[in-house]
């Protein structure tokens, strides 16, 4: 008796705050079924619910470009970071050489220091380059990741010593060692790297909106913004149905890799 | 799930990210370059605009029709944020692969000191344009010493709308083609009072350019030296009776309660066209450039007048706002020249007065009035044609040309006060200040572009 | 494999690790080093695997120099404490992974994989991850993938210390079982004596960097070569007495004392000169009876850790305290006084130097039978 009170007492908190936080989600996915002309008028509820705002926005709206544009620059940061971070890491953990400590160090520090901070000498890197307004300019300035390298560095350095004794055995080079024991070893935090890399990536705002100029590469948040009008009249009906157009990667990706977030989170290599 | 399907491919997905990275890797090293490349032998001209929304979209559609109108260029428009930004973003990218051909730009006085853009004039004169089909009033305040500078694409000027079902419903005397501020006070606070505060009667956006059009309009300049087209501003003067006048005007509309303030920040614009569009708000001020998008939304009758005057001072006139094109000096002669076409096409009359029908824009050439399709809108809503009648029936003098200033600070200062007196902080005291913080501003201004200015003025 | 070890020393930064280690293993030996931890046996063992570079002094396997080759190179394979299995791989193909550098055909690497799987009767669980094994059958999937490469050497880093006791006592016999059967060279390293005399058939001790003794497991408990290993090797401990020696009249006296409080005499079984020493007994070689006789001293009890089939009763004399082994079962309480006779003979005294530790006696004594008894 009194656990099942306890038990609706605890579901009574636990879906009141449920629903505070999941309030302008669930608002802006309403939102996105109502005619712009009643969310205008500040109504909350209409008798024209429907999905026009969805068709408006794939039709009269590059939110589809913008969705493959974020694709792309994600898919291609997730993979430049794959590589770089994982040999980075690499080195890290199992090779010996001088200062080894303190480049790590060095690495740990620039990790610090936030990216706001780094990107104006990396913007006019990329303009030198001639890289605005490109898919190089929008992914390489994201390859090397300090974060990653300390990540991976720490999952690599739980792979057993005695692993690594084993592989020099059997006569595996430090590639043969990398693929065939170190990575599938670290599988769950490649995962987990995988999916936060490309959700942190997917959900860029600050770079792209500096170095994008056209639609051809705007990204999906970048694109959001530009949707919202700001000297005259926001659709709000459209701009919110694309912006549930691009939350649905993410939701599908935090829906299959919970469990991988979870473990990172629980291992403390997310934290930072 | 994830696991399985990892322990099965992870090798091939370790080679194929690798793969893929090397790919990246050759992919981006040979990216092109956004330079003018021959696409269907086409020259590719990129034209950055701050048009979005329902303005944006007929943009497109206009500069759809230059495409479809010659073979020789392609012009391929960007949306690039607001003037503002668009124009950091200008600044910041001059000299670079995605340097646009042509420029929207409405800061004509940062434009001119950058200048990295070749006078419009040197195309007018090659080509013998005829200027005079344009409106002078809206040419003049993109002449520097008799050149035009750019081409005033995109003309506006500032007006009152107002809710005319509002009125009605409350029994209130529309609005006047040229309203006092005490008719405006009068009527907001009837509707405020008759709606049972329903309604609020009126608003005035914190954003710098409305009082500085209401100042215009009372014949008073806003920097010196003739609103600094005679020379180089050294001054600001916002401690002015015109500017008292405007926020005596305010305040008494917040005492009587009819008044609302929509704050600050990038939705505060947003937020007011809701609230119009929504019926909640009685008259607001905005640019004519606005009519097209409350045309399209509002579901209701509506008004457009004249920007109100100061009760004993008789209407000056206000500056023509809006935007000019602007064309890059980093390009080739060719794109130059394909800039200049462009330009010359969406200056035509049917663009213009499409452009004025979609937007509520001022067709800038005198000769959109007799095309057909603005013949009939006009016609069908006379209220259509308020701008242009308030551009002539204004005066042209140092008022109504606007100000010119360098990187001042006058909008983030005026803003701040304007934030104040809405607060109930006395008006002289913080225009005061104001004016303080923009003189220093334009002091420091002053001194570190002293060169540019003297090149911008030597005559 | 023959392998020989020549003056090989490992330093870590100023630390010695291993210092002036010099020895031979024989074809086909099962080898052990032993040694409390921190003695460098693990060390040891990875200069031979080619795993860590020794800091001078060489490696021969057969006539071979070995010292600078890589450990792919040295034909050699290793069993490790924790397994090193690859927990995403199943039990066949981590033993499959094992032969990855032989080149061998497809068909010869199955026959291994299977014929390994056999030797270790885990046939059955060759689909399984290791992490859905016990840990006997995951040290069990380790051997197999190191008999799987036939190498002619295997090095094995105390493979038995992660299990549980019985299951650690199961395995020992296995291993040596196997050992048998392959006749490969087997080095092994472990902390645990019983480990090492049960399974060497030769050892090696090891303590502070330097060799303390090699030789067969009764070589060590009948003639320790010094007091490290008489009281490393043989469990319960072997008992140390200071004793001194008077030449002329042939007797050690010992500072215990007998029921007339004298002190304990000892005749000497052999010549040594006059002195101070360290008599050590084996605790088997105490004799206890309830009465006194002749040449016993009173002996109070302290503690009787009865096990089963044997007793070791803790005893005190004189302030000195130490231990009998008594082949039965002992029901005497607590603080009785019994009576405690030392052994006379030559074989069962071991007299060490009292500055160098070392054995002054332990020369052509002949050896006695049943002593592995007093070990296990």
Redesign the interface.
Known sequence: MTTSLKHINHYFWLTLVALLMGAPILIGIWASLLPTADIAAGHLTSTNISLNNYIAAIQTTPVLRYMANSFIVAILITAGQFVLCTLAAYAFAFLDFKFKKQIFALFLITMMLPFEAQIIPNFQTIRVFGWLDSYAGLTIPFFASAFGVFMLRQAFLQV?D??H??S?????NHLQFLF??VL??S?STLITFGLYMFLTHWNDYLWPLITTFSDSYRTTQVGLKQLQAQDTFSNWGVIMATAILILLPTLLILLVGQRYFKKGLNTGGLKA | MIEKFW?RWWSLICATMAVIAVIIGLVVATTPQHQAQASNGRITLSFWHSMNGPNGQLLDKLVDGFNKSQTKYKVVPQYEGSYGLAESKYINTLHTNVTPTIMQQSDIATMTAVGDYVPVQQFVDADHYDLNQLYPGILSGFKLKGDLQSMPFNASSSVMYYNKDLFKKYGVKPLSQSPSYSEIRAAAKALTEKSKGAVKGATLQIYPWLPEQLAANQNSVVVNKNNGRSSAATAAELNTPAMQKIFTWVQGMIKDGSFQNFGTGSSASANQMAGFLGGKIGIFMQSSAAAGTIAKAAKFKWGETFTAHADDVPANGVAAGGASLWISKDKSKAEQQGAWEFIKYMMAPKQQAAWQIGTGYIAVNKASVKVPALAAAIKKNPETNVPIKQLQAGKVNAATAGPFLVNSQMDQYLGTAMQQIYGGKDIKTSLKEAENEVNKGIRDTNKSNAAILKAVFAQ | MYIKLDHLTKQFGDTAVLDGISAQIQEGEFFVLVGPSGSGKSTLL?II???IPASSGSVFFDSQNVTDL????RH???V?????L???MSVADNIR??L??LDLDATEEAKRVNDALDMVHLTELRDRKPKELSGGQQQRVALARAIATKASLVLMDEPLSNLDAQLRTEMRQELVQLHKELGMTLLYVTHDQVEAMTMGERIMVLNDHHIQQVGTPLDLYNHPANKFVATFIGSPKMNMFDATVDALEHFATLELTDANQHSVRLPLPYDLAAGAYQLGIRPEKITLSRSASAGSFPVRVMAVANLGRESSVSLVNNGHEFIASVPEQYPVPENQIVYATLPTDAADLHFFDEKSNLAVNNKGVPEKAGVLDGIA
């Open positions: 057993p005695e692993l004794e084993y020099q055995l059997i006569g595996l065939k024991i599938p070893y599988r | 322990h | 990875r695997a080619g795993l890589p450990p792919k190179d050699l394979t290793m490790f404490q924790n397994y090193a690859l927990p995403f992974f094992g990855h550098n």
